[in-house]
């Protein structure tokens, strides 16, 4: 179980790490810069399927912990 537990946690982390920026224009916020943060952008492609597997890897690692 520890195995799997370390598996899937250095998983996570070199997915989250791939991840585009989508909080890189909250910084043009803090400068007043004009920002598109809260416009509706749909994910496509390899973006949607690296968050839908970010997504599952992290509910998998809260599963093992609790299971641990």
Known sequence: ????????????IAIVLLQSGKAESATN????????????????????FITRLTFCLGVAFFVICIMM
């Open 1 to 12: 179980m520890q195995i799997l537990l370390i598996l899937i946690s250095v998983l996570l």
């Open 29 to 48: 916020i803090m400068s007043g810069g004009n920002s598109d943060l809260f416009s509706n952008r749909k994910e496509r492609g390899g973006e949607l």
